[in-house]
């Protein structure tokens, strides 16, 4: 399990001695932006994460799982060898306009500011067409890709966290957020 949000924080729970939190990557150019845990709508229990936002004029609007150590504060790479992907409940809201793919990923240290030297924010994702009803939606790591090329293989032994990231007006559930074998 990475989140649940059932203790209404943006807290990771804490597996192996890697814990976290959910950071937000806001573009000032969206008039609205609601980022965070709420307990007005779940998929499983009381709690989610909500991304909802006006339409940004630049980069977007990113809610990312940063992974850590116990005792750090900032990110840390996180050995997911162990595991081939990522699954999670998610739906549109009842403010989402059209449906569109919502950028689901990767982070990895080759793609993480300000360690990456080349392809930084070009982590490993896929686009989701997500439903208004909420639905488990699984991706498995040689899913995802990066946009520029050529691409970098991904370390999954250098894992920094979990994204998601629209660059349009969204309203965006997630729950239940864990790493898959």
Known sequence: MLSDFEDGSAELVEVANRNGSW?????????SVTIGPSNDCAARGGWA??????????WGN????????????????YDGRQYGGVSFWAAFGGKNGPSFGVPFGIVTMDTVQP??????????????TLTR?????ELRFDQLKQMDVPQLPMRR?????FIVWTQQQCDVWIDDVRLEP
């Open 23 to 31: 950071i937000q990557g806001r573009d000032l150019t969206s008039m």
């Open 49 to 58: 994460g909500h991304l909802a936002a006006t339409v940004p004029t630049s």
């Open 62 to 77: 990113n809610w990312t799982a940063y992974f850590r150590a116990p005792t750090k504060n900032s990110p840390l790479p």
């Open 115 to 128: 360690a990456c030297t080349n392809h930084c924010d070009d982590h490993y994702i896929s686009a989701l």
């Open 133 to 137: 009803d909420w639905r488990r939606y």
């Open 157 to 161: 032994d250098q894992l920094v966290g």
